[in-house]
Nanobody, 126 residues
C-alpha cells in the first residue's frame, strides 16, 4: 500500500488549502485514515481522522471548526480541507492508514497507524 499526500503549498493567514491522500497498490477503500503534521523541531502531531463503520471524524482541538476530513471511497482518496489557516498550522502534513478500525482512544497516537504517505508541506505566512 502506498499513500500519496498532495495539495500543500504557501498561503496567507486566513486562507484555505485542500490536501488529498490517495492510495495505490492493494485495492481497498480508505476507511481508516488520519492526518498528522510535524513542524520543525517538534513531534508529529495528530490533526484529524476518519474511521470506518460509524464514519466518525476526530480532530485535535486546535483545528476544530477550521479543518474538515472527508473521503471518497470510490477514488480511494481522503481529503483534508483547511480553512482559516494560521501561521501555527505550518508543518509537513502526513496521511496515514490502518486496515482495521482503530479504537477511539488510540486514534491520536502515531503508533496506531500502519501506512504513511511521504508528507506535503503547508506554509502559512502571517
Amino acid at each position: 500500500v502506498q499513500l500519496q499526500a498532495s495539495g500543500g503549498g504557501l498561503v496567507q493567514a486566513g486562507g484555505s488549502l485542500g490536501l488529498s491522500c490517495a492510495a495505490s497498490g492493494r485495492t481497498f477503500s480508505l476507511f481508516n485514515v488520519a492526518w498528522f503534521r510535524q513542524a520543525p523541531g517538534k513531534d508529529r502531531e495528530f490533526v484529524a481522522a476518519i474511521r470506518e463503520g460509524d464514519g466518525n471524524t476526530y480532530y485535535t482541538d486546535s483545528v476544530k471548526g477550521r479543518f474538515t476530513i472527508s473521503r471518497d471511497a470510490a477514488k480511494s482518496t481522503v481529503y483534508l480541507q483547511m480553512n482559516s489557516l494560521k501561521p501555527e498550522d505550518t508543518a509537513v502534513y502526513f496521511c496515514a492508514h490502518k486496515k482495521y478500525r482503530p479504537i477511539s482512544s488510540a486514534i491520536a497516537s502515531a503508533g496506531t497507524w500502519t501506512y504513511w504517505g511521504q508528507g506535503t508541506q503547508v506554509t502559512v505566512s502571517s
